[in-house]
């Protein structure tokens, strides 16, 4: 899926604009991180008078090297891919956990048909990228 996020012209802002401001999804070590960034709308309350600096209300200050995108439809499409994959990293991580403090053996007998089902459907897709 290819996304085009619009980036926004700083020398037209003003105080009041909403702007989509991108978040990296780190995952794993080595700041490795995902290829859809989490995107935030954000207002402008202040600027410097040399456009230097920007103000926002969720996130306080940015630079001048920051860049600010359109909440658009793109903007949308970009967060979902991001939270999609939030999703699985967080999945993974709590199965990880499941096998590591042996709660995966708690797993009750009228609720293991249902877990064995979601989770061949999700090895059928992984399956996939192996390679």
């Avoid at 989509?20 to 202040?46: C, D, K, M, N």
């Avoid at 860049?67 to 939030?86: G, I, P």
């Avoid at 956990?97 to 009228?110: M, T, V």
């Amino acid at each position: 899926m290819n996304i085009e996020l619009k980036e926004i012209d700083k020398d037209t802002l003003k105080v009041g604009d909403w702007v989509g401001i991108a978040r990296e999804v780190s995952y794993g070590w080595g700041g490795l991180s995902f290829r859809h960034r989490l995107i935030f709308p954000a207002q402008i309350t202040r600027i410097t008078p040399k456009r230097t600096k920007f103000f926002t209300d969720k996130f306080g200050e940015h630079d001048k090297r920051e860049v600010f995108y359109e909440c658009d439809s793109e903007a949308e499409k970009e967060t979902f891919l991001a939270k999609a994959f939030c999703a699985i990293k967080n999945g993974i991580f709590e199965l990880t956990e499941l096998k590591r403090n042996n709660y995966i053996a708690r797993i009750s007998d009228e609720d293991l048909p249902e877990v064995a089902e979601h989770m061949e459907a999700i090895m059928e897709i992984i399956e996939k990228y192996k390679e």
